[in-house]
T-cell receptor
Framework: AQKITQTQPGMFVQEKEAVTLDCTYD???????LFWYKQPSSGEMIFLIY??????QNATEGRYSLNFQKARKSANLVISASQLGDSAMYFC????????????FGAGTILRVKS | DTGVSQDPRHKITKRGQNVTFRCDPI?????LYWYRQTLGQGPEFLTY????????KSRLLSDRFSAERPKGSFSTLEIQRTEQGDSAMYLC?????????????FGQGTRLTVV
């Protein structure tokens, strides 16, 4: 079974608008963390935001927020006021305490911001 | 700047040659993870260390691959008798502690091309 599912291979958004990138996960570990990374064409993985399984509030980091719905096992990334520089590949990842705290990644979503 | 550096950034090698990559985390990173990312895919776990001990290896890590972290600081990943299928981005990240909420910052990656 897929641990992390990103159902949107590609997304377009108009500059200055908000966009939501979907991520669902599968785990029976009560203690886990959810991460979002941005990967531009240069290839480096840039950490964006983190949400812990026990966190009561949704995480926010500047223009990034994580819409965490634990019962639905979803952790969608919301980017507000999109900028041209947001065009990149975005990965959702999960870390499970029972599994050595390895990161397991989804297949990614390519985001293109249009001017 | 995540404080994690990888060297080299790019490597082109002929099939059958041996290559070695290096990852330097920051001193606080007692855990170090290696990942491989092929084109259009999310990163896949290869192996990880806690201090100098290699705690887990993925089945992706064939006997041509070996990783070390001799003093619990930097780590090397060696691929012997390279094959074209080894062409990928090799990523590492360091982490403090062992919990799922610990930070996970990647280095810039080493892009390997086997010709």
């Amino acid at each position: 079974a897929q641990k992390i599912t990103q159902t949107q291979p590609g997304m377009f958004v108009q500059e200055k608008e908000a966009v939501t990138l979907d991520c669902t996960y599968d785990t029976s570990d009560p203690s886990y963390g959810l991460f979002w990374y941005k990967q531009p064409s240069s290839g480096e993985m840039i950490f964006l935001i983190y949400q812990g399984s026990y966190d009561q509030q949704n995480a926010t980091e500047g223009r990034y927020s994580l819409n965490f719905q634990k019962a639905r096992k979803s952790a969608n990334l919301v980017i507000s006021a999109s900028q041209l520089g947001d065009s990149a590949m975005y990965f959702c990842a999960m870390r499970e305490e029972w599994r050595g705290n390895k990161l397991v990644f989804g297949a990614g979503t390519i985001l293109r911001v249009k001017s | 700047d995540t404080g994690v550096s990888q060297d080299p950034r790019h490597k082109i090698t002929k099939r059958g040659q041996n290559v070695t990559f290096r990852c330097d985390p920051i001193s606080e990173h007692n855990r170090l993870y290696w990942y491989r990312q092929t084109l259009g895919q999310g990163p896949e776990f290869l192996t990880y260390f806690q201090n100098e001990a290699q705690l887990e290896k993925s089945r992706l890590l064939s006997d041509r691959f070996s990783a070390e972290r001799p003093k619990g600081s930097f780590s090397t990943l060696e691929i012997q008798r390279t094959e074209q299928g080894d062409s990928a981005m090799y990523l590492c990240f360091g982490a403090t502690g062992g919990g799922p909420d610990t930070e996970a910052f990647f280095g810039q990656g080493t892009r390997l091309t086997v010709v």
